[in-house]
């Protein structure tokens, strides 16, 4: 189960937390507190397909790359760029699956729109333009 806190003021409400035990049984129970953080903005997302991913299939193009898709770039950098490992406890065995990116936080996905442009730069020698809101004006 999941409860959000919010902290306004310096002053928390926890009216959320305090219904939640006393409808609970007795016993022991863990707390984990993480900071919530916003999911990728509309904006992020636009400029994401509408920028990078236009600027890279045509970088891609020009390095011999037969992508005939944005949506095939996306798969193609997920894969090299945001990768969660899963691990096989009875095995042992390892894998690794392409992280979707609409369960990114606005901070992991500036960094994964960073190595975008980073790998951009290095082994396609284009430059995509710094995410701001006139992203359409400078392309």
Same mark, same amino acid.
């Given at each position: 189960?999941? %409860?959000?806190?919010?902290?306004? !003021? !310096? &002053? ?9 035990? =006393? #409808?609970?049984?007795? !016993?022991?129970?863990?707390?984990? *507190?993480?900071?919530? =953080? =916003? ?7 636009? &400029?994401?397909? !509408?920028? #990078? ?9 020009? #390095? ?29 065995? %390892?894998?690794? %699956? ?29 430059? *995509? ?11």
């Amino acid at each position: 189960m999941k %409860i959000m806190i919010d902290k306004v !003021g !310096g &002053y928390f409400n926890l009216q959320h937390l305090y219904t939640f035990f =006393r #409808a609970t049984p007795d !016993g022991s129970y863990t707390l984990s *507190i993480t900071k919530h =953080r =916003r999911g990728r903005s509309l904006n992020q997302n636009e &400029y994401l397909w !509408g920028c #990078a991913y236009p600027i890279l299939l045509d970088a891609l193009l020009d #390095a011999g790359w037969e992508f005939t898709s944005l949506e095939q770039v996306h798969e193609f950098f997920k894969k090299l760029m945001a990768q969660e490992t899963l691990v096989n406890y009875e095995t042992g065995e %390892i894998i690794e %699956i392409p992280r979707s990116t609409a369960t990114m936080d606005t901070q992991q996905f500036s960094a994964y729109i960073d190595k975008l442009r980073e790998y951009a730069e290095e082994f396609l020698n284009v430059t *995509i333009p710094e995410p701001d809101k006139a992203w359409r004006l400078n392309r």
